[in-house]
Structures are given as C-alpha cells and as structure tokens.
C-alpha cells in the first residue's frame, strides 16, 4: 500500500466516526462527473489527492474544524460549496482590487470569522494557505498553513495542526507568492 492509500485508509476511518459542526453525516463521495464539471467551473484540476478525497471519502463533512466544503453543492451547514466560494472570492476581488483573490487558490474549509483553509491548485505540492482577512490589509492575510495537502491532513489526524495547538499567536509564515500571484496581467 502506498504512502498516499494509507493517508486516505487514515482519513476514510477519521471521516466515518468523526462529525464536524453542522454536518449531520458523512456526504457521499462525489462522481467523475461532478468532479469534471467543478474543474470546468473553476478552469483547473484539482490536485491528485484532493480530488481523491471528493472522490472516494465524502462531497466534505470531513476534516479539521467544520470540515471541507463540498465541492460543487452546498453542505447541510450553510455553508457556500468550494467552487462557489472560490468564484464569488474572485469576482469580490476584482471589484475591490486593494483585497484580490489569487487564481487557483481554492477554499476547502471554513475556520470560522470569515477564516478558510485554501489549496493552492496551481502549486506542484498543493501548498495549503491560511486565509486570515481579519488583518489591515490583504498583505498580511495569507500564511503558508501546510506545504502541501499530506502535510495538513497528517496534522488534522495527529492533532497537531495550530487550530489543535490553542495557541494566543498564530505562528504561520506569510505566503510570498501572495503579490505575484495577484498582479494584475500586463
């Protein structure tokens, strides 16, 4: 069994006994169809083992804290669903371009206070970033939470992601590529 079966055999288990807030059950996992048409939406793939949770744990209700969104449809919470959370994020930020919204940087988990945990589809390692809009200015909004999706689930499973942690000062490194990421095309 490889690395990433036994992370998702970890991640099915934790998912089946485990409800985050507001999720009444475990949603069932979402089709290649559904799967297809969110990346058609958005206008790019999913990482490898992104995908694979949608595919084979659960649409969300699963995961640290209120759970991932679903991917396409909204969850029982109220909440938005990844895909409409990420087009609404892009459409805000180019009506407002002092707070812009990086393309390929998805919403996977809401924290609460307008807080999400984001993947980074366009990075190799599917980088998860803290978005923390609760700061001055949109420079200081965006933190390296995990250097790739492994890393964040392994941390959800072990406890020791920060939101675990308690701690008064969120120790996370700002992301760098914030500013790049935004620029306007020229």
């Known amino acids: 069994m490889t690395e990433i079966e036994q992370l998702l055999t970890r991640v099915a288990a934790e998912a089946r006994n485990t409800r985050p807030w507001g999720w009444p059950s475990l949603p069932e996992p979402v089709d290649a169809v559904t799967l297809s048409r969110a990346e058609a939406a958005l206008g790019f793939p999913l990482p490898p083992l992104l ?3 949608y595919l084979r744990i659960g649409d969300g209700g699963f995961g640290p804290e209120y759970g991932l969104l679903p991917l396409l449809d909204n969850p029982p919470a109220g909440e938005p669903a990844a895909v409409e959370q990420y087009l609404a994020n892009r459409a805000a930020g180019r009506k407002d371009p002092d707070w812009p919204w990086p393309e390929g940087v998805l919403p996977i988990s809401h924290w609460g206070c ?7 589809c366009r990075a190799p390692d599917a980088t998860v970033l803290l978005f923390e809009p609760n700061a001055d200015d949109c420079e200081h909004a965006w933190f390296v939470d995990a250097p790739n999706l492994t890393n964040w689930l392994h941390a959800w499973l072990d406890g020791t992601g920060w939101y675990a942690e308690m ?20």
């Open 114 to 120: 307008a807080m999400y945990a984001c993947v980074d």
């Open 51 to 53: 995908a694979e949770l």
């Open 167 to 186: 701690s008064e000062e969120l120790e996370l490194a700002p992301w760098p590529h914030f500013r790049i990421r935004t620029a306007p095309v020229t």
